[in-house]
């Protein structure tokens, strides 16, 4: 046996280094308006063709490495915020090319979509409708994409603020008219003809105070990404399956989830019966081959048969009173435990079974967030609006809730780790907590930042946890050994991500939604130097 796999792993590394030996790469240096060597610009390398884009950052000589690229054509661009540089287009590249390119960076402008959310809350005027934003925009995306972006008069933003009422009715049901008007008319003070923003952030008090700085030992991050195949998908997050491709759910009115071929960047759709809003909120493939998605819009499951590409919706029931609106009934988050029971967060908790397609409903868990079974066939589950984690015993059915340590935490995603302890990410609070189920007992790490807000989780394959800070924008990956948190920079504004997903190449998968995009990061083995600032 141990032979078989000595030499399985032989063959995986010829396999690996032959695939490395024909790949091309592309180096360079980035030097900064007074000639100087330029750290933590992104270098953005696309293949024309298939539209992978490779993003890696200068370190702190100005160096960058791209490497492991197709042969092809690419275009190649610097994206740093307050700068720009000309795009070096039309480049092609060999098998075991190397190509070098230096840029040199002129003063640009930042800009308010270039900004975080947690600068934004502190540097917006304040008014009761800037509150509404961040508690109800927000759910689905932020302000730099769809609202920094663009400029409208107040019937402009008017006719956006109705449409998302009635896209995204059954999470905004109690959004009154004057709400509305409220929104409608700060939009048009800061993103209309006459704003009364400064035309760059940096102008405004108080913004050098905002700027998180990033240490050299984070230049050595690597995203590849994609672009959706069409426009505002929202796209959730990225779920690899068996056979190599990537699962995406699309939430909003898209309606779809889409199939990514990671190796070509060829992209297929398949669309739910559901009439209305869907916002699938989440997909996961299953070992059959088959993907299992929630609805949250509609309280439907929906499975995609491997055999004919077509999705079977099943409907849950609203709590009475409540039909329609996501406080009466949701589908949220969904995975599946070792005996193929399809378990459903949202409102309420249910696991849902393929064979008899029917759902079980814990009543008494009203609003689940995060939903993750163990290797033992326990579920465990956040749920945040009662400050709790719980935990649904898989042979006798019954719920165990346990109340985090710090008030109004807001536990929202979780991980278990191969030790089995319980890995919780405290939005409100900041925090990052583990809990011991053998103990019951917490531990709470903070994170840094004034507003770390964790979000999407994920652990490593060397035990590290990964998360994305919501209103920062910024990566961050936590050591539960020495409690350190390394924070990286993120190629775009207003990150949004919603769950991470580790593929069998320790590759970790995320949708960047308001940026329309889904991809993977991963580390190199490059050295740091010093620090650097991102917006």
């Given at each position: 046996m141990r032979s078989e796999l000595r030499l399985l792993a032989l063959m995986s590394a010829i396999v690996l280094l032959g695939s490395a030996c024909h790949s091309a790469t592309i180096t360079g240096t980035v030097k900064g308006v007074d000639g100087a060597p330029s750290q933590g610009a992104f270098v953005e390398a696309q293949n024309t063709k298939t539209k992978i884009t490779v993003?890696?950052?200068?370190?702190?000589?100005?160096?960058?490495?791209?490497e492991n690229l197709p042969s092809g054509e690419y275009r190649v661009q610097i994206r740093a915020v307050g700068y720009r540089a000309e795009p070096q287009t039309g480049v092609n590249l060999a098998a075991d090319q190397t190509t070098s390119l230096d840029f040199a960076?002129?003063?640009?402008?930042?800009r308010?979509?270039?900004?975080?959310?947690?600068?934004?809350?502190?540097?917006?005027?304040?008014?009761?409708?800037?509150?509404l934003i961040f508690t109800n925009c927000s759910i689905c995306h932020g302000f730099q994409t769809r609202m920094a972006s663009v400029t409208r008069d107040e019937d402009g933003w008017r006719d956006r603020v109705e449409f998302m009422r009635t896209a995204m009715h059954f999470n905004?049901?109690?959004?009154?008219?004057?709400?509305?008007?409220?929104?409608a008319s700060y939009l048009a003070r800061l993103f209309g003809p006459d704003s009364v923003l400064t035309k760059s952030p940096v102008d405004m008090p108080g913004y050098k105070e905002t700027v998180r700085p990033f240490s050299g030992d984070a230049m050595n991050i690597v995203y590849v990404e994609y672009d959706m195949p069409g426009p505002s998908r929202m796209p959730f997050s990225a779920a690899p399956a068996r056979d190599g491709n990537i699962w995406i759910p699309n939430f909003g009115v898209a309606n779809k989830i889409t199939r990514l071929d990671p190796k070509t960047g060829e992209m297929q759709d398949f669309s739910v019966p559901n009439v209305g809003t869907a916002a699938i909120h989440s997909a996961v493939p299953a070992a059959d081959g088959s993907v299992w998605l929630a609805e949250q819009g509609s309280d439907k499951l929906g499975r995609w048969d491997p055999a004919t590409q077509k999705i079977t919706e099943f409907q849950d029931k609203y709590f009475p009173g409540k039909e329609g609106i996501a406080l009466g009934g949701e589908k949220h988050t969904v995975r599946l435990d070792p005996s193929g029971n399809v378990w459903a967060s949202g409102v309420p908790l249910t696991k849902f079974d393929p064979e008899t397609k029917k759902f079980t409903r814990f009543e008494e868990v009203t609003h689940a967030y995060d939903v993750k079974p163990d290797k033992?066939?326990?579920?465990?589950?956040?749920?945040?609006r009662e400050n709790m984690i719980g935990k649904v015993d898989g042979k006798t059915m019954k719920v165990a809730q346990w109340t985090m340590?710090?008030?109004?935490?807001?536990?929202?995603?979780?991980?278990?780790?191969?030790?089995?302890?319980?890995?919780?990410?405290?939005?409100n609070a900041g925090k990052m907590a583990r809990f011991d189920s053998k103990t019951q007992t917490f531990k709470e790490f903070?994170?840094?930042g004034a507003d770390p807000t964790p979000y999407a989780l994920g652990i490593d394959a060397d035990g590290n946890i990964w998360y994305d800070s919501h209103r920062l924008d910024v990566m961050g990956r936590f050591d539960p050994k020495t409690g350190k948190v390394t924070e990286y920079p993120f190629p775009h504004s207003e990150l949004s991500m919603r769950e991470f997903f580790r593929d069998d190449q320790g590759r970790m998968w995320y949708g960047t939604n308001p940026n329309n995009k889904v991809g993977y990061f991963y580390l190199t083995g490059k050295s740091g130097g010093k620090s650097s600032s991102s917006n």
């Open positions: 993003i890696v950052l200068s370190d702190s000589q100005g160096h960058y490495r791209v960076l002129q003063k640009g402008v930042v308010w979509n270039d900004t975080s959310q947690y600068q934004a809350k502190q540097l917006w005027p304040a008014a009761r409708a800037k509150d905004l049901p109690y959004l009154t008219d004057q709400d509305a008007a409220d929104l033992n066939g326990d579920v465990w589950f956040t749920n945040p340590p710090t008030d109004d935490s807001y536990p929202r995603r979780m991980e278990i780790g191969a030790d089995g302890m319980i890995w919780i990410g405290e939005f903070p994170l840094p």
